[in-house]
């Protein structure tokens, strides 16, 4: 049997990626903690029902990517797809929008879905995300898309288009779907299978699909058949980014995968991501969603972005921090006799918040120096047997190629000096 090796489209996250990984999520913190959001972290898996009503059943996400299983007290369970309707369930199951309106949170995590993987596209990836729930005026689709192009701007990410649409509300969704019916039915020999079958429960998704794109082409607008609300609301939230001198392209074919969407939709585009991978994020409204799922109507809107897909471009445009080394220092003992000794050094060193690795193995000390320049150490410390007997250490820095034997309670000053000595 060949060794085992991670399931097709995941991915493992190793130490000299670390830097960069939690630089990212740091900066998505610290930009929309800046707007008053808080962390919330919800179930990475739901009821099944959860995102069939709310994602919708005739997406594909639901129809045909979802890692649904029977847990052993025969409840179908799934592995969350998307972040939005487990954190719209927990804010509204635990009442907290009766005290806050709207309640802002951030969340970071792993999405599951069974899809094609290729670059940019996985089964496990990851996202950054936000939403503001409680409140349904255009000031707040602003202070969302807004905040998503203030946190490109964080990550030195250049290069990425806004594209803007509005869905509309739902009488201006069911105008909406008469009219693509309209157009559709005459060419349904035409539609890939997926679609024929989609037609009549979602005309939307037809919109959506990449092998019928060709045919889509000429299909009506959501614009022609927007209420005269629907269409002051939209003209409000682009008022309001023409404000906030956020860019856009309105595009009145974005229609985004999930059903749940109500009035503003947006996403981020990048053009180096290929394809039907080109979206960095997206998100919107989503007014009707909270009903569906069988809570009081609570409006709502958010944005999500994929993590991989950020460093890949933040990778290739030379933003994301390198790898960082594992310490600052390596504390050696000569033989296995000086171990006690080199391990009270450590100490000394880690208490006084030097990055410390100690290595009192049994190797030969020329190999515990190449693993110390390896590890990125700037400074090794090293216990033989003299300095056991004396009570010293030799401070050895490793940049500068120069060493000096100290007394223990000098050692953390030394380190202290050969490191500075090295950042200067
Ligand atoms: P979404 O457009 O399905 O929206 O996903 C958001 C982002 O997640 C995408 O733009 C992409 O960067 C990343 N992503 C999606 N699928 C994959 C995949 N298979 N592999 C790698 N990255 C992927 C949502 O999920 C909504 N919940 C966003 C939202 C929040 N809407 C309102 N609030």
Redesign the pocket.
Same mark, same amino acid.
């Given at each position: 049997m060949p060794p085992p090796s991670a399931p097709k489209?995941t991915h493992d996250l190793l130490p000299d990626a670390s830097a960069a990984w939690r630089w990212l999520h740091g900066v998505h913190a610290e930009v929309t903690e800046l707007h008053g959001y808080r962390l919330v972290d919800t179930p990475m898996f739901e009821h099944t029902e959860l995102f069939e009503r709310g994602v919708g059943t005739g997406t594909d996400?639901v129809d045909k990517e979802m890692y649904t299983f029977t847990d052993r007290g025969g409840r179908s369970l799934t592995l969350r797809?998307?972040?939005?309707?487990g954190v719209l369930r927990a804010v509204l199951e635990h009442r907290l929008t009766e005290e806050v309106r709207p309640l802002r949170a951030h969340y970071a995590g792993p999405?599951f879905?069974a899809?094609r993987?290729q670059k940019?596209?996985?089964?496990q990836?990851?996202?950054v995300?936000?939403?503001a729930i409680g409140e349904r005026a255009p000031a707040l689709d602003v202070e969302v898309v807004e905040m998503g192009r203030r946190f490109l701007d964080a990550l030195g990410i250049t290069g990425v288009g806004l594209q803007l649409n509005t869905l509309g509300d739902l009488d201006d969704r069911l105008r909406y779907r008469e009219a693509l019916l309209g157009y559709y039915r005459p060419l349904v020999d035409r539609l890939c299978d997926d679609c024929r079958r989609r037609l009549e429960i979602n005309p939307l998704r037809v919109l959506d699909c990449k092998r019928d794109q060709g045919l889509s082409v000429e299909a009506p607008l959501i614009t022609d058949s927007l209420s005269e609300a629907s269409t002051a609301y939209f003209a409000a939230v682009q008022e309001g980014l023409v404000a906030a001198r956020v860019p856009f392209s309105l595009n009145p074919r974005l229609v985004?995968? +999930?059903d /749940?969407?109500a009035h503003t939709a947006f996403?981020?585009w990048h053009s180096s991501l290929q394809g039907a991978?080109n979206? +960095?994020?997206?998100?919107?409204?989503?007014d009707g969603l909270a009903e569906a799922l069988g809570f009081p109507a609570t409006p709502?809107?958010? /944005?999500?972005?994929?993590?991989?897909? +950020?460093l890949l471009i933040a990778g290739e445009q030379g933003t994301a921090p390198a790898a960082e080394p594992a310490c600052d220092a390596v504390v050696c003992s000569i033989d296995p006799a000086q171990a006690p000794a080199a391990a009270e050094v450590a100490r000394l060193l880690r208490a006084a918040g030097v990055r410390t690795v100690l290595d009192a193995s049994d190797r030969k000390i020329d190999r515990k120096l190449r693993t110390a320049n390896r590890l990125g150490a700037r400074v090794c410390v090293i216990v033989g047997e003299e300095e056991a007997r004396e009570g010293a250490a030799t401070v050895k820095d490793l940049g500068r190629r120069t060493e000096e034997r100290h007394a223990a309670e000098r050692v953390v000053d030394a380190v202290h000096g050969a490191l500075r000595g090295n950042a200067a």
């Open positions: 489209g996400v797809p998307e972040g939005t309707v999405m879905r899809d993987p940019g596209r996985y089964r990836f990851h996202q995300g936000v939403e985004r995968g +999930l /749940y969407y996403e981020y991978q979206s +960095l994020g997206g998100g919107g409204r989503y709502g809107i958010g /944005y999500a972005f994929g993590v991989e897909r +950020l």
